[in-house]
DNA sequence: TTGCCAACCGGAACCAGTTCCGCTTAGACT
DNA sequence: AGTCTAAGCGGAACTGGTTCCGGTTGGCAA
């Protein structure tokens, strides 16, 4: 349990190449896999485009010219594969954080950039799950976890810098608790219920 | 993929015991397929009991000797078993919310309340995932779902009364809320992040 | 250039949940 | 008792994710 959330020694370099010889140097990835990563992808985004998250793993390696195999060593779970597909939007994401407590009042920042993240997770659709596995996993692909915990710390310090902030409030469960919304919100139609659930989250952070 | 087919016009049959005719009328169930229910669900609460949610559909059709077919006649989906196997003891948990309504501040019994709930969704691994369809399925078991947003409301009702209660909160959003805290805290093992949820959702309920 | 081997490859096999459909039977009606 | 049929039955078959493993190969060392 013990992992600490956003200053963490963390590992996890750079990512997409290699492993480590003895001594923990890195290797540059074979080029067939890097030519395989790639092409599996592509193919993965044009079919989560095309069919949403339902997109089947077989169909997708078949795709990229691959075997399944070969999809299931460099994403070793589909949820993994839907993260990587859609990391770039999410960094995007992460960064519009301090744009957003920079350029409006803090609460409302918080405001704006829940809404973008529950709307962002129930759109692709399928991404809610996958955030289940980077809020779950501490082994793999923390660096997602880690952006996002700091793009929610960045507003909620803005806003504590204001004196708005409920004490005791931490950005890991914020970040859960959007999780959260965003899986459950997904999985049903009411867009007004998930505006009301992210009222009552902010109402929950912030001091009275 | 299945869920969003069967949206149309489709089945919704009766419920516990039997169709109806023409007329709409029950006819009550066959006396073989009660019998199996019964089989069935006796088989379910021992399996779930034994291995948690994670134990199969087909060991337990094999268990209560009957095949997976007549399982699903009943239970169309795993899910739906395990919200059945599970109705006693959520029907328990709805009746406590007028009691400790009555025994506790408001504020208290809904944080008393919560916390159970979270509690056992999550150590019910995979009551979580039901839920969901609870949340969700309106065409069907929508019973569980309303004892559930009864329950929530006497208790919102109650802090209202002492105008502690935010206006426009209201009991669905604060069940989905609580259905999102326990599917992503059942995947996770950290219960000091739970109970910060809980907390935050209660402190968005509760007016400053 | 050649030899070597760790890394990589593909897809068959496995295990879930779910659907389909031909056969069986309870029980209402004669 | 006999007939008829809707309701029920079971399990083979299908789908989708994940694992396993024998064969292949990129790229480094000799």
């Known amino acids: ?7 963490g ?17 890195r290797r540059p990835m074979r080029a067939d896999a890097q030519r395989n990563e790639d092409r599996l992808l ?16 077989k169909d997708i390696a078949r795709e990229a010219g691959v075997g ?14 839907i993260e990587a597909t859609y990391r770039n939007e999410v960094q995007l994401l992460c960064d519009a954080a301090p744009e957003l407590a920079g350029s409006q009042p803090p609460d409302q920042a918080l405001r704006t950039w829940m809404t973008r993240f529950v709307a962002f997770m129930t759109t692709k659709h399928g991404m809610a799950d996958a955030l289940r596995v980077v809020l779950t996993d501490d082994n793999e ?15 909620l310090a803005a806003a504590a810098a204001e004196g708005t902030v409920r004490p ?12 959260g919304i965003s899986v459950i919100a997904g999985s049903e139609g009411r867009p007004d219920l998930t505006a009301q659930m992210i ?9 009275g």
């Open 68 to 81: 399944v195999g070969t999809l299931y060593r460099r994403f070793p779970s589909k949820e993994l594969l």
């Open 168 to 179: 005791g409030v931490e950005a890991p469960a914020v970040l859960m608790a959007l999780g």
């Open 199 to 207: 009222d009552l989250l902010l109402h929950g952070v912030l001091a």
């Open 42 to 57: 592509r193919a993965a985004a044009a079919a989560f485009a095309r069919e949403g998250a339902g997109a089947s793993v």
């Open 141 to 155: 692909r923390l660096e997602t976890r880690r952006n996002l915990a700091e793009a929610v710390h960045r507003l």
């Open 9 to 25: 020694a963390g590992g996890a370099k750079g990512d997409a190449s290699g492993g480590k010889d003895a001594e923990g140097r």
């Open 1 to 7: 349990m013990a992992r600490d959330e956003l200053g």
